[in-house]
Every structure is written in C-alpha cells, then in structure tokens.
C-alpha cells in the first residue's frame, strides 16, 4: 500500500484472507493444469431472428468431485498470479486441435463461427504472440470461421506487440473483437488506435440498460461509433425479452446471454449439430 506507514497484523483481516484464498486458489489452479481439469464449455451468439451465428468458447474448472466451477472463483487468482497467458494457450491449444471443431465446420459448412478469448496482457507478451501465430499457421484452419476476442480492456496499451498481433490475425484472415467495451476508461480511443472488426458490449450496461439512462446512452454511442466504422456489434448479458427488445430497436444484430442459451460443455453442443 506504500511506505510511511504502520500496519497491524490481525488474523481475520480482510486482506490477508483475500491473499490466503488467492494463494489457495493459485495451487488448485497449478493442480488443474498437471491435472487436466479444465473444461470448454460454449455459449451460443445469435442474430436479430435468433438463429446461431457462433459460439464463444469459455473455460471451467473441474474438481477432483468432477464439480465444475465458474471462472468468477478461479480467475480472480489467475490474474493475480499473472498466469492469464498460460490459461489463453490451453484454450487456444484445446479448441483449435480438437475434433469437435473440424465437426463444427463439416456440419456448419463453415457458416458458424468460434469466438476465442484472449487476456489483453496475453497479447501484448511478444513469445505469447510468436506461440499464437505460429500454432495457427501449422494448423488447417478454415480462417472465417475463427475469431478472437481481447478481454481485460483496461490493460490494453495499444502497444508495437498488441497492434502487431492484431494486424498479423487480419492478414491471415481471423476478425477480431473488443470485448467488454465499454468497461475501460480508454475504451472509444482504442477503437482509433486498433484495427478491429467488432465489438461485445459489456454485460454490466445491458443489464440495467432499461432502469438506467447513462448505460443507455452509452450503448447508443457504442452502437452509433460501431456503424460509423463497419463494426459488428454483439450485445452481452441478454437475459430478458424486455432488453432483447430494446437493443433490437436500438440497431444491435447480434446477440448473447441466457435469454438464448446458457453456457454448456462443449461435448453436449456438439452431439446436438
């Protein structure tokens, strides 16, 4: 907390269970990895008539019970731990190399895509982005159907790393997205600086967008700035009729949230196309 000052130890302080629970957290974490405990679960996106465009590939963690747990408990202490990176490549590695994704393509005809995460720290890690492209570019990909979502706006630099990254997945033909927009206090600069193909609106100005006149405004500027420059535009957290109706008339065409599908195992998704 910085120098000049005095501090005295309690052993029921907030901080100090914060930082147990991270450091207990950090070693299932590490187990998980040595383990294979992580799971892909996907969440469907859809268009203005609700039918399936893509998916967003999300991660779980499983338990040694076989209990699947949120990322709101795990990855609080990922990013503590400054193992986001490691978490991106076990995405990227399980999603890309699988076999349900080549079965997306065959029964899809490549006409549904996959959203793939990416922490923004990741990105800007020059051996992060070697790893990546490299791993695309040994892989047979049918590109259109592969997309990147950065996340953790805020840590977004607009940085040599981060642009050139962004510009090599260009040219190799992925799109990439501005998750969480909105979030960051440098959110409409970086639509400047970065040369992106869409945007998710953030989950947090969806849900209150009837009840609260600043979140609708800034959903408008989002929408309005997003069609300035050609942008996709997917509205997260959609869990109501009443907000699927609202983004709709505000010119939102795409679409994600429980009111269409919860997230589930990817196993699940596929035996169903």
Not at 31 to 45: D, G, H, M, P, T
Not at 210 to 235: C, F, H, W, Y
Not at 241 to 257: D, H, K, R, T
């Amino acid at each position: 907390q910085g120098r000049g000052r005095y501090h005295i130890y309690e052993t029921n302080d907030a901080e100090i269970l914060q930082a147990e629970r991270i450091m207990d957290w950090a070693q299932r974490i590490q187990n998980a990895f040595e383990s294979n405990l992580y799971r892909v679960f996907l969440q469907k996106i859809v268009n203005r008539d609700r039918q399936l465009i893509g998916y967003e590939a999300l991660v779980r963690m499983q338990d040694e019970t076989g209990k699947i747990i949120p990322p709101g408990s795990f990855m609080p202490a990922v990013k503590r731990m400054g193992w986001n990176g490691r978490v991106d490549q076990w995405m990227l590695d399980t999603v890309i190399k699988s076999a349900e994704f080549q079965q997306l393509k065959q029964s899809t005809h490549g006409k549904i895509y996959m959203s793939i995460n990416l922490d923004a720290k990741s990105i800007g890690d020059v051996s992060f982005s070697q790893w990546m492209l490299a791993l695309l570019d040994d892989c047979d990909i049918d590109r259109g159907m592969l997309r990147f979502e950065i996340t953790e706006m805020e840590q977004l630099q607009g940085t040599e790393t981060e642009v050139h990254l962004i510009d090599e997945l260009t040219r190799r033909g992925y799109r990439v997205w501005l998750d969480d927009f909105g979030t960051g206090y440098n959110s409409f600069d970086l639509l400047k600086r970065l040369k992106v193909h869409g945007i998710k609106i953030d989950t947090s100005f969806t849900r209150d967008l009837l009840s609260d006149p600043i979140n609708r405004a800034l959903v408008d500027a989002v929408v309005t700035i997003g069609k300035m420059q050609n942008l996709e535009i997917v509205a997260e957290g959609v869990e109501t009729e009443e907000i699927y109706a609202a983004l709709l008339e505000m010119g939102v065409n795409a679409f994600q949230g429980h009111l269409f599908h919860a997230a589930e195992p990817a196993q699940q998704v596929f035996a169903h196309i």
